[in-house]
Every structure is written in structure tokens, then in C-alpha cells.
């Protein structure tokens, strides 16, 4: 019997670990940093009050604010990349939670730049700008800032909101902490008996398997499991939606998802409109379900048989050769850029490579200007996987060149650009495999690997999102959002997309709604389809 457990994260070879180091030297410095940051974030106070005194004013408040801004960003990264590689890390929680709460005081000290500035006017901020190359810089930020001014508070309603940040920030370290640390998942038995462990970080891995038992145990480990824990997850996503029902209407918007939209300037109709494609292709899902049951030789198609491979064989994916073929295939995009890719992941360690006990599961791609833009994954030596590895480069790239050219008033991007380059990046490297590996076996591997990503972007998100909306509403008109709801709206969404050619297992497929950490950031999910798509 050979079984598969997951190391604890003392046991991980540091070459695989982010470059923590590169942060902050020593856990002592990241202290010192903080309690320096703690005391100095009070000095954005000195400008209330003042601001339409002058051009010149102005100019310092801006600075000072995004120079502490820096500051405060890159102690609040440490300690949730600390937190995310092990959240059974009780030093790392309470760093997170010292973080979090400068976070949220920086966040109220600073509250009355906005309505200070929309005060002045935009006619004299127009001036000053002519007057004032200091504050040229700043004019898309203005242009912006005007924008939203109508729902832009006063400075107390502002600073309340501020305050409140670190509160609403909870609900997510809740889950997070449930479904990475104390949530008991059984071990996943493959046909032959042989036990591996099953967290966020293996489930899709395991999932893949060409052993149908093991692919079924691993499923049925990680959807009971949080069915069993399904009431205190459900009432900590509610308190997010709560949260997002709350924030907007604080602000005076007529949804969540207005003000969700309205913060990137995406107008209602790029919500709707792909809801409405989606709907309206389901037939083609429909097709591939049945196509899919026939390639496997199924009698019934089962949710855990959705991302198994057709290919006959698939490649073994090393680390170093994921990255080999990634840097190969973003070349077009000039040596350059497929340079400092290779040597981030190879030679600076931007990349938390491995799973271990206690590692939040879903890959991400987080920095801030300033450091590198590292990326936590859970490599399993898979295409798949390596398609997930190009995907957080894609973002990590993004913001590399972001950081090197933009001001700090610019030094971040909408998560609705966001997801472009993670699937460009995805696209080219599938046809550089494509057109440098003939063999049959090969080219099916890569397309498996390309339906496997459409369907979480094309099909997953787009039913989440159906399912977000819906929870929403239902909030905003003062309905029930209990498990039990939860999960029938996910059910019934499910069995819309599947058409009758995917076995119904309606609690199994109900829960997914708490699988994903992704629901907690208010409207994110459609944003993977409309990345791929641009």
C-alpha cells in the first residue's frame, strides 16, 4: 500500500518557499516595520482640514498618503502570505489580525481625502493642475475621484467606514481558517486500497485521477465535508453578503452589484449580457457532457468524472519543466519579459511551490509594490497544474510591469483587467505546446487541459455568479440566505447546466457555493469570463 500524506509545512524544503526573507529579513523586522507604521499612519491627520488651503497642500497629502500607503501594504502582505502557506500558524494569524487593524485605522485616518477634494471643486482642481506640474500626476486619479463623488460621503460617514474594514475582513478569515485547518476531510482510498490526503490544495488533483474509485472517494471526502459544516460556513458568507448589501447602500447605491461595477466604471449591461450568453450556450455544455460519457465509456456521467483526461496518456509536468515550457511559450511577448519570468520562478523564489497540511487551497498571485509578486500554488507536476502555474504568472508579470513603471497613485490594477493576462498567458503557452508537440497524445492532453479551464471559467463561474446575484437580491429584500437556500440555488443552477447528462447529486453539487473563498470578494467571479473572452 503506498499512501499519500501531506507534510507539515516545517518539513518543506525551503528552495520550494516564497522569499520571505526578501520582505522583511526576520520575523523581529517585520515588528519593527509595524510598529513604526503603527505610529506613523497618524500623520495623515495633519492634513484634514486643510486641503483647499492650496495646490502645494494637496500635493504633500498625496504623497505622504501613498508613501505611509506602501508602508502599510507591505506589512499587511507578509502576514497574510505568512498566514496563507499555514493557517494553523498561530503567529501568523495574529500578525494578520495586527495587520489588519492598522489597515483599517490608516484606512479612517485617511478617510476625508475624498470628500476634501470634491469639496475644493473640480474647476479648481483643474486649475491647479495647470499650475502645478507636482500635481499632473494626479489627474486621471481626480477625473476618477469625480466620478464617483456622488457616492462619496462626508468625512465622518467615511471614516466609519474605514474603521469598519477590519471587521468586515472576518468573515473571510472565518472560512478560511474552517476550511483550511480544522475541517477534518477523510483520506481519499484508490482502487488498490492506497490513502491520500484530500485538502483544497489536492481535491483537483485527485479529481483528474484516471482511477475512478479514487477520483469518486475524493469528491465525496471534500463535498461532505463541508456539507457537514455547512450551517457555520453558511452563516460566515452570508455575513459577507450582508456586508456587500450594507457597504452599498452606505453609499448609496441601488445594489451590490452596481456598486461592484460602478468601482471600475463596467457598466450593468457586461454583468448582464454574459449571464444571457451563457444561458442561452448551456446546449453546447449539454453536448460536451454527452460527448464526454461516450469518450470515458460511462453509462452515467458523474459530477467527479467531469475533469478526468480523455487523453490516453497524460505528461508528467515537473516544476522546473512547467516552467521551461511556460517561458518558452510567453516569448512573443519578448526575451525580456521571458527572462525575468524564468528567473523569478527559478532563481528568486517568487513561488510557493507545494502543498502541505494546513495551506489555503486556491492559487493566487499577491504582492505589493516593493517586493517581488509572489505566488502561492499547490503544484501536483500535472498539465493542469502548470496551466494554473501560467495563469498566477500571468497576474504576477502584470504587476511586475505595473510596479516598474507606474506611480504609486497607479501602482494597482481592476481586477477586470486582471484576469486578461492570466488567460493570455494560459493561450499562449497551450499553442506553443500545441505546435511543438505532434504527437496525438500529446495534443489531447493540451486540450483536456484547455477544457478543464473552460470549464471552471466558462462554466463554474458563470454558475456562481448566477448564484451570487441571486443571494444578493434575496438579502437586499430582506430574504433568508440559510444553508439550506444556499445550497437549492446552487442545486437547481447545476442541474440547469447539466442538462440531464450529468448525474444529479444535489447536495454534493449544492455545496460548491462553500468551496470557493472567491464568494466572499463582492462580485469577482464573473470577471474569469469576461478575462478569457478579452
Same mark, same amino acid.
Given at each position: 500500500?503506498?499512501?499519500?500524506? &501531506?507534510?507539515?509545512?516545517?518539513?518543506?524544503?525551503?528552495?520550494?518557499?516564497?522569499?520571505?526573507?526578501?520582505?522583511?529579513?526576520?520575523?523581529d523586522d517585520w515588528q519593527t516595520a509595524?510598529?513604526?507604521?503603527?505610529? /506613523?499612519?497618524?500623520?495623515?491627520?495633519?492634513?484634514?482640514?486643510?486641503?483647499?488651503?492650496?495646490?502645494?497642500?494637496?500635493?504633500?497629502?498625496?504623497?505622504?498618503?501613498?508613501? &505611509?500607503?506602501?508602508? @502599510?501594504?507591505?506589512?499587511?502582505?507578509?502576514?497574510?502570505?505568512?498566514?496563507?502557506?499555514?493557517?494553523?500558524?498561530?503567529?501568523?494569524?495574529?500578525?494578520?489580525?495586527?495587520?489588519?487593524?492598522?489597515?483599517?485605522?490608516?484606512?479612517?485616518?485617511?478617510?476625508?481625502?475624498?470628500?476634501?477634494?470634491?469639496?475644493?471643486?473640480?474647476?479648481?482642481?483643474?486649475?491647479?493642475?495647470?499650475?502645478?506640474?507636482? %500635481? &499632473?500626476?494626479?489627474?486621471?486619479?481626480?477625473?476618477? %475621484?469625480?466620478?464617483?463623488?456622488?457616492?462619496?460621503?462626508?468625512?465622518?460617514?467615511?471614516?466609519?467606514?474605514?474603521?469598519?474594514? /477590519?471587521?468586515?475582513?472576518?468573515?473571510?478569515?472565518?472560512?478560511?481558517?474552517?476550511?483550511?485547518?480544522?475541517?477534518?476531510?477523510?483520506?481519499?482510498?484508490?482502487?488498490?486500497?492506497?490513502?491520500?490526503?484530500?485538502?483544497?490544495?489536492?481535491?483537483?488533483?485527485?479529481?483528474?485521477?484516471?482511477?475512478?474509485?479514487? !477520483?469518486?472517494?475524493?469528491?465525496?471526502?471534500?463535498?461532505?465535508?463541508?456539507?457537514?459544516?455547512?450551517?457555520?460556513?453558511?452563516?460566515?458568507?452570508?455575513?459577507?453578503?450582508?456586508?456587500?448589501?450594507?457597504?452599498?447602500?452606505?453609499?448609496?447605491?441601488?445594489?451590490?452589484?452596481?456598486?461592484?461595477?460602478?468601482?471600475?466604471?463596467?457598466?450593468?449591461?457586461?454583468?448582464?449580457?454574459?449571464?444571457?450568453?451563457?444561458?442561452?450556450?448551456?446546449?453546447?455544455?449539454?453536448?460536451?457532457?454527452?460527448?464526454?460519457?461516450? @469518450?470515458?465509456?460511462?453509462?452515467?456521467?458523474?459530477? *467527479?468524472?467531469?475533469?478526468?483526461? %480523455?487523453?490516453?496518456?497524460?505528461?508528467?509536468?515537473?516544476? /522546473?519543466?512547467?516552467?521551461?515550457?511556460?517561458?518558452?511559450?510567453?516569448?512573443?511577448?519578448?526575451?525580456?519579459?521571458?527572462?525575468?519570468?524564468?528567473?523569478?520562478?527559478?532563481?528568486?523564489?517568487?513561488?510557493? !511551490?507545494?502543498?502541505?497540511?494546513?495551506?489555503?487551497?486556491?492559487?493566487?498571485?499577491?504582492?505589493?509594490?516593493?517586493?517581488?509578486?509572489?505566488?502561492?500554488?499547490?503544484?501536483?507536476?500535472?498539465?493542469?497544474?502548470?496551466?494554473?502555474?501560467?495563469?498566477?504568472?500571468?497576474?504576477?508579470?502584470?504587476?511586475?510591469?505595473?510596479?516598474?513603471?507606474?506611480?504609486?497613485?497607479?501602482?494597482? *490594477?481592476?481586477?477586470?483587467?486582471?484576469?486578461?493576462?492570466s488567460n493570455f498567458h494560459q493561450a499562449?503557452? !497551450?499553442?506553443?505546446?500545441?505546435?511543438?508537440?505532434?504527437?496525438?497524445?500529446?495534443?489531447?492532453?493540451? %486540450?483536456?487541459?484547455?477544457?478543464?479551464?473552460?470549464?471552471?471559467?466558462?462554466?463554474?463561474?458563470?454558475?456562481?455568479?448566477?448564484?451570487?446575484?441571486?443571494?444578493?437580491?434575496?438579502?437586499?429584500?430582506?430574504?433568508?440566505?440559510?444553508?439550506?437556500?444556499?445550497?437549492?440555488?446552487?442545486? /437547481?443552477?447545476?442541474?440547469?447546466? *447539466?442538462?440531464?447528462?450529468?448525474?444529479?447529486?444535489?447536495?454534493?453539487?449544492?455545496?460548491?457555493?462553500?468551496?470557493?473563498?472567491?464568494?466572499?470578494?463582492?462580485?469577482?467571479?464573473?470577471?474569469?469570463?469576461?478575462?478569457?473572452?478579452?
Amino acid at each position: 500500500m503506498t499512501d499519500r500524506i &501531506l507534510a507539515p509545512r516545517s518539513a518543506v524544503n525551503k528552495a520550494d518557499t516564497w522569499n520571505a526573507e526578501s520582505v522583511f529579513a526576520t520575523l523581529d523586522d517585520w515588528q519593527t516595520a509595524t510598529a513604526t507604521i503603527e505610529r /506613523d499612519i497618524g500623520r495623515m491627520q495633519q492634513f484634514q482640514g486643510h486641503l483647499h488651503e492650496g495646490a502645494a497642500v494637496l500635493v504633500d497629502a498625496l504623497a505622504t498618503y501613498y508613501q &505611509l500607503s506602501e508602508r @502599510v501594504n507591505k506589512i499587511f502582505f507578509y502576514a497574510m502570505f505568512s498566514k496563507s502557506v499555514d493557517n494553523a500558524d498561530t503567529t501568523a494569524s495574529a500578525m494578520l489580525g495586527r495587520a489588519s487593524a492598522i489597515f483599517s485605522q490608516f484606512s479612517a485616518d485617511a478617510s476625508f481625502l475624498a470628500p476634501e477634494i470634491i469639496a475644493i471643486g473640480a474647476p479648481t482642481i483643474e486649475q491647479w493642475l495647470q499650475e502645478t506640474n507636482a %500635481l &499632473l500626476v494626479y489627474a486621471h486619479y481626480f477625473d476618477n %475621484l469625480f466620478r464617483q463623488q456622488d457616492h462619496v460621503r462626508s468625512a465622518e460617514v467615511e471614516e466609519i467606514l474605514g474603521l469598519s474594514m /477590519d471587521t468586515m475582513m472576518t468573515f473571510e478569515q472565518v472560512a478560511s481558517s474552517l476550511r483550511e485547518v480544522e475541517m477534518p476531510y477523510p483520506p481519499a482510498v484508490d482502487s488498490h486500497g492506497n490513502h491520500f490526503d484530500v485538502s483544497g490544495g489536492t481535491v483537483m488533483t485527485l479529481t483528474e485521477s484516471t482511477d475512478r474509485e479514487l !477520483r469518486r472517494s475524493a469528491w465525496l471526502s471534500y463535498a461532505d465535508t463541508h456539507l457537514a459544516f455547512r450551517q457555520t460556513l453558511a452563516n460566515s458568507l452570508s455575513g459577507a453578503i450582508k456586508r456587500d448589501v450594507f457597504t452599498a447602500r452606505a453609499r448609496r447605491f441601488t445594489s451590490a452589484l452596481e456598486a461592484s461595477l460602478f468601482a471600475n466604471n463596467i457598466p450593468m449591461t457586461v454583468f448582464t449580457n454574459l449571464i444571457a450568453t451563457f444561458r442561452n450556450h448551456l446546449p453546447t455544455w449539454h453536448k460536451y457532457w454527452a460527448v464526454r460519457r461516450r @469518450v470515458l465509456g460511462l453509462e452515467v456521467l458523474q459530477p *467527479y468524472d467531469i475533469r478526468v483526461p %480523455l487523453a490516453r496518456q497524460s505528461p508528467v509536468v515537473p516544476f /522546473d519543466q512547467a516552467v521551461e515550457w511556460i517561458s518558452n511559450g510567453v516569448r512573443p511577448l519578448g526575451d525580456d519579459y521571458a527572462e525575468i519570468l524564468r528567473r523569478g520562478c527559478l532563481e528568486e523564489r517568487w513561488i510557493d !511551490r507545494y502543498p502541505n497540511q494546513g495551506k489555503t487551497s486556491n492559487a493566487f498571485s499577491y504582492g505589493t509594490q516593493g517586493t517581488h509578486p509572489f505566488i502561492l500554488t499547490n503544484y501536483e507536476n500535472t498539465l493542469n497544474e502548470m496551466s494554473i502555474l501560467a495563469h498566477e504568472l500571468g497576474h504576477s508579470m502584470h504587476s511586475y510591469y505595473t510596479w516598474q513603471t507606474q506611480p504609486p497613485v497607479y501602482a494597482d *490594477y481592476s481586477l477586470f483587467v486582471a484576469e486578461v493576462a492570466s488567460n493570455f498567458h494560459q493561450a499562449l503557452v !497551450r499553442d506553443y505546446l500545441f505546435k511543438t508537440h505532434p504527437d496525438p497524445d500529446f495534443q489531447i492532453a493540451v %486540450l483536456d487541459e484547455a477544457m478543464v479551464n473552460f470549464h471552471r471559467y466558462f462554466f463554474i463561474m458563470p454558475t456562481l455568479a448566477q448564484w451570487e446575484l441571486a443571494m444578493h437580491e434575496r438579502a437586499e429584500r430582506g430574504q433568508s440566505i440559510a444553508d439550506e437556500v444556499m445550497t437549492a440555488t446552487m442545486a /437547481d443552477l447545476f442541474a440547469e447546466g *447539466y442538462g440531464g447528462e450529468v448525474a444529479e447529486d444535489r447536495d454534493r453539487t449544492g455545496i460548491t457555493w462553500a468551496e470557493f473563498g472567491h464568494m466572499y470578494a463582492n462580485f469577482y467571479v464573473f470577471q474569469y469570463a469576461t478575462g478569457i473572452s478579452a
